[in-house]
Structures are given as structure tokens and as C-alpha cells.
């Protein structure tokens, strides 16, 4: 009798324990072509969602994978005196994110995660309730959409740290930074990404209608809900601290000029690749072809949208400035990227090219805008951020298409052609620029009249890091002394007069130098 030998498990959960196994044909059961099909179903669905799941979780680690992307770059922004301070805020957005989206900042996010029909009346369209500290999550299948959200969230706060960078006090930096990111955020995050957010695609009542006709606000990957709400923030937290010291002088880009170049060239590079986990992560899925091409083709329109925006800011440095800016393009690089990130998913690679070169302008211009204001950003943060995250929601009404909303959405409508879309985006972008400038006067301008917000003269003269870090004043002024005399140095040799007798004296030696 022929046998039939293979390995089986006899374990109860059928991961250890294998044996070889054989048996002969008389013990075979016979199987028919239905449930062998039925077998074979679960098997694939099951694989499918742990597809999905890993996919959640490896893109989710990229995202967070950008906080030492900002790092970098701001470190490399700021004076020597503040960059064990600047790094320091970064370590605490992660921290304290992570315990305040935990207990409560999810809830008002997503709530119970229920469609309105099937909400036990907690969650409503302004805000969500329930599943507090994540008490719902009691089967092990959702703690990976919990922590991809917390490092969105995490992004969105750390945005802000640019803008107020080397003169806000650590304290009230912490307080907006729990804020900020367990309640101010959060709430935008309802509105657009949960199921019964008002701006909300996904929102749907009981007659398949939504809040905002047809789409609702399309926000891929948040363009609006992270970079809006952190560059607008980072907006309010300027205009209330004020302008650094120097900030008004006639060699004030010297004197504030940022310590290292290799490390903002670092960051960005770091933040490009995030980028890809923070874009393409956004499909949620990678279990079926479907899913897995739509991340594809979102990654690629990432990467033009990078580069075009990149581009354009490399030759306006060259001639407007009469020489080729690194600073300025790698914040070009960053503007591409935050212009893409809400319609990367609905746009073709034309469009994202064309997304990415409006969008250098545009922090182009509102970088210029802010200095013209005398508004202090130290990296741009607002014109990168805010005003490109401010382009980037109102770019899917101007270039998606029918066929790609359909695709990433499940919508087929005239929503584009009757520039319904258009209209929803603005309404998004008004909502968000109302909430988040509200919340954010009414957190920094009474902490700046009670005196907690900003730090003394002095202090601000000797550095954070010497104040709030211990870190010892002689070793951070000699840094500082250096720089400064390396910029004064170069004042000096680079006046016209001391150039033309430079090169007048080198062409004498020239000609007068025997072959």
C-alpha cells in the first residue's frame, strides 16, 4: 500500500512540535474541490492581513525614523550654544507624544473607530470618545494602527520646534508640546481621517451622505492634518516670542547663521526617506496587487514632486542670489515633499512635477513674507510647513483626476469637473487654519503676558544649553567666539575695497612670475 509521508505539527497552536508523519492511502480522507477552495480562502485571507499588518508597522517605523531626520537638521540650523537644547525638545515630542496620544489623544482622534451607524453616540463630528488609553484593544488586531497615528502625531509636534528654536523656555515648550499633541491635533485628525469626522471621505450616514458633498476633504497622507497644524502652530509661536537677538541687524544673517551644513544635509536626507513611509504608508495596505502598485505609484510621484521642488529653489539661488544656496534647496527639497503628500495617491507624475515646482515658490515666497513681516523663523518651518501644506490640500482640487480618486477612494463622481473638490479642500483649509491659530493664541500669547514663554536677555546671549542643560558656559562660548570671529573675518576680506587690491595685487604677482 503506498504511503504518504510528510511534517505535521501537534502543537494546539501549530507552530512547534513537527514530526514526520506517514500514512497509508486507505487513511486519506478525501477532500472535494469545495473545501479545499474554502482551505485555500483562508489561508490567502490570512495572509492578506498580515501582509497589511507588517506593512503598517515597517512604515510606521520610517515615519518615525523622521524624528532623527529633524534632529539633524535642526541641530545643524541652530547656533553651537542651543543644539544640545534643540535635540532635547526632539527626544521630549517623542516622549511626551507617546503618553499623551496614548491616553488620550487616539480617543479624540478616532474614538471607538466606528461608522456612525454603528457608534454607540460617543464619537460626533467635531471630536472622538472612547477606547481611552487604548482600553478596547483587547484582541492584539489594532495596536499597529495606533502606533503609525502616533508617529504622524509626533511629526505634526515636532514641526513646531524649528520656529520657536533658541529663545522659547524648555517648560513652556513641553506644555505645547502636550497640548499640542494630545488634543489640538487630534482634533483635525477626527475631522479628515475618521469615520465620522465632518470633513471626513470616510464619513457616510445612514443614506450614504456626507458632511461636505460627494468626496469630503481628500487628505492622503496630510499635507493638511500633520504639516498645516504644525506649520501654523509654529506660526503662532514666533509672532508670540518674538525675533531672536541680532535678528535686526545689518549682519544678522552672519551672526545667527546655523552650525553645520553635513548635518542639515544629513537630516533632510533622512526626512526624504521617511517621506516614503509617511506617503506611501498611508495606503494601509499591501496584501493584494491592488494596494501594493497604489503605494508604488505613490512613492514615485513623491520623489518628482521632491526633486522638481528641489530644482526650481536651486536656480533661483543661483540667480537671485548670485550663488548656489544648499540651505535654501534642501528646504526646497522638504516643500516638494510636504506639497505632495495629500494628493500623492490621486494625481499622475505630470501633475506631481508641476505640484512640486508651484509649491517651491510658494515657500519661496512665504519665506520671503515672513522676513518682509520681521517675523523670526529659524527654519522655515511655516514656509515649508504651513504654507506648502496650505498648497499641497488645495492642489488635489486643481490636479486629481476622476480615475485616481476612484482608485485610492472607491469614488466614481463629477466631483473634480464641477469643482466641488476644489470647494471641499478650501473649506478643509479655512477649518484647520481656524482651529489650529485659535488654540495656539490662546496657549502661547497668555504665557507669554504671564512671562513663562520666553527667556532672559541674557540668557538667550549665553545659550540654552548653558542654561537649561548644565552644559559648561566656557566650552559653549569658545564655540561660539570662533564662529563669530570666522564671520567677521570674512567680512573684512571680502569688501570691495580689499578685493579689488587683492586681485590688482594678484595679477601683478602673475605677470611678474617667471614661466
Known sequence: MAETCFYASFSSDGTSDFRYVCIDASSVVNATAVDISLASAGSVSDLTVATDVMWILITGILVFWMQAGFAMLEAGTVRPKNTNNILFKNLMDASFGAIGFWLLGYSFAFGNGRTVANDPGNDNGFIGAGNWALQNFNDDTSYHEFFFQWAFASAATTIVSGSVAERCRLEAYFLYSIVLTTFVYPVVVHWVWSYSGFLSAFYEDDDGQRYLSKNGVIDFAGSGVVHMVGGYAGLIGAIALGPRQGFFGQ????????????????GVGILWMGWYGFNAGSTLAAGSYQAINLASKVAVVT?????SSAIVVMFYSRIVKGHYDLTLCLNGVLAGLVSITAPCAVVEPWASMMIGIIGAFVF?????????LKID???????VHGAGGTWG???????????????????DNDAMTSVNQFGNQMIGVICIIGWTCTTMSLLFFPLKFAGFLRISAREEKMGLDVVEHGVPWRHNHAAVERRAKGARKEEVEFTPTN???SEKKDMGAFVGTPV
Do not use: H, M, W
Open 251 to 266: 549682519n544678522a544673517q552672519a551672526q545667527l547663521k546655523g552650525s553645520n551644513e553635513l548635518l542639515c544635509s544629513l
Open 303 to 307: 520623489t518628482i514632486a521632491a526633486a
Open 364 to 372: 519661496l515666497f512665504a519665506s520671503k513674507a515672513l522676513k518682509a
Open 377 to 383: 523663523d529659524p527654519l522655515d518651518a511655516f514656509p
Open 393 to 411: 490640500v488645495l492642489s488635489v482640487g486643481i490636479f486629481a483626476t476622476r480615475s485616481n480618486i476612484s482608485r485610492a477612494y472607491g469614488f
Open 499 to 501: 578685493k579689488q587690491r
